[in-house]
């Protein structure tokens, strides 16, 4: 089991993202890779940047290990009706490839840009 | 002349692209429904055709998504491909025309989408071409020089399947209006899939963004 944890999901932009990856029962993991990314969804084709990335060994079958990024100045977190573009904190463990995610938000104030429409 | 505030009206949560179970992310995890057997039945067919077949059905009924999940399994199997969306434009087409000449020779197994957009002369010589144990499989609105290996097909009950998949706890508007799209489009499922969208984006549904099953 890996997951995730993160002391809050918001963030304003240059502000400290702290985090911890926990696992346990992972035999053949020799390492994870945490990615700061974003993605797009909506009524057109998806698209997605991974802006960095943190390498970890991870030698025994549970444990934890602290990471920490950067939040971005741009692009911020937004949502409208055509498109949502959604940040998140993406851990992927090799060689397996098992994938967990954590959304969160980065935009001024910490909360998501909504965009009216008509 | 109306002011902006007069005219750009919020919106709530479950409108946003975020929360709208038609997305394209989720519209694009629906798996290919064959019309009878599984993958192992529908593979061992396709051997049995050493390899050459058309995926033949009509706009919206699912060729591509079919084509790109024997992609998946071929690259389980381990069985060396090549995968191509052919351009619209003729020059692009020109050059992957030649590059696909190449992986025939070579003895890749060829997977084509949209094979209709090649003239009846260039498709008899990608069909021919080195020998006619050159492997391809393609997708194409109505046969095309090779044999059939599925014919895919939409209705009602299977676009249905397809919405409660999308939405856990569609309500009977969302049904109702995905029945009547579903024939206007004349069983195209991605044509009513992109207009459902709208209808969620407009409020027309009236469900709550929890309903939404897509992935995360």
């Given at each position: 089991m890996i997951e995730i944890k993160l002391p809050k999901y918001s963030f304003a932009p240059s502000e400290i993202i702290n985090g911890q990856v926990e696992w346990s029962n992972l035999n053949l993991t020799k390492r994870f890779e945490a990615r700061l990314m974003w993605y797009t969804t909506g009524k057109g084709d998806c698209d997605c940047e991974v802006v960095d990335t943190r390498v970890?060994?991870?030698?025994?079958?549970?444990?934890?290990?602290?990471?920490?990024?950067?939040?971005?100045?741009?692009?911020?977190?937004?949502?409208?009706?055509?498109?949502?573009?959604?940040?998140?904190?993406?851990?992927?463990?090799?060689?397996?490839?098992?994938c967990v995610r954590r959304e969160i938000v980065v935009a001024p104030n910490g909360s998501e840009i909504v965009l009216h429409g008509n | 002349m109306a002011t902006s505030s007069q005219s750009i009206r919020p919106i709530t949560g479950a409108?946003?692209?975020?929360?709208?179970?038609?997305?394209?992310?989720?519209?694009?995890?629906?798996?290919?429904?064959?019309?009878?057997?599984?993958?192992?039945?529908?593979?061992?067919?396709?051997?049995?055709?050493?390899w050459r077949g058309a995926i033949v059905g009509p706009h919206g009924s699912g060729k591509t998504t079919l084509l790109l999940e024997l992609r998946q399994q071929l690259t389980g199997l381990q069985e060396p491909f090549e995968y191509c969306f052919l351009a619209r434009e003729r020059a692009k087409r020109s050059a992957e025309l030649d590059r696909l000449f190449r992986m025939a020779e070579k003895g890749h197994l060829l997977l084509i989408d949209g094979i209709e957009r090649l003239s009846w002369w260039q498709r008899r010589r990608l069909f021919r071409h080195a020998n006619r144990?050159?492997?391809?499989?393609?997708?194409?609105?109505?046969?095309?020089?090779?044999?059939?290996?599925?014919?895919?097909?939409?209705?009602?009950?299977?676009?249905?399947?397809?919405?409660?998949?999308?939405?856990?706890?569609?309500?009977?508007?969302?049904?109702?209006?995905?029945?009547?799209?579903?024939?206007s489009h004349r069983g195209n499922v991605r044509d009513t899939l992109r207009e459902l969208y709208d209808h969620w984006s407009d409020g027309g549904f009236s469900l709550p963004p929890v309903s939404c099953r897509g992935r995360t």
């Open positions: 970890m060994d991870a030698t025994p079958p549970n444990g934890q290990l602290k990471f920490s990024f950067v939040a971005p100045v741009y692009p911020p977190s937004f949502s409208g009706k055509l498109i949502s573009l959604i940040w998140a904190i993406e851990l992927v463990s090799v060689p397996e490839g098992d | 409108q946003v692209a975020r929360f709208n179970p038609f997305a394209m992310q989720h519209v694009e995890s629906i798996s290919f429904r064959f019309p009878s057997g599984d993958w192992e039945s529908q593979l061992r067919k396709l051997r049995e055709q050493h144990r050159s492997r391809i499989v393609v997708t194409a609105h109505r046969s095309c020089g090779l044999p059939v290996w599925i014919e895919s097909e939409t209705n009602w009950p299977l676009m249905k399947n397809i919405l409660l998949e999308l939405v856990s706890e569609p309500n009977s508007r969302l049904l109702a209006t995905g029945e009547r799209l579903f024939a």
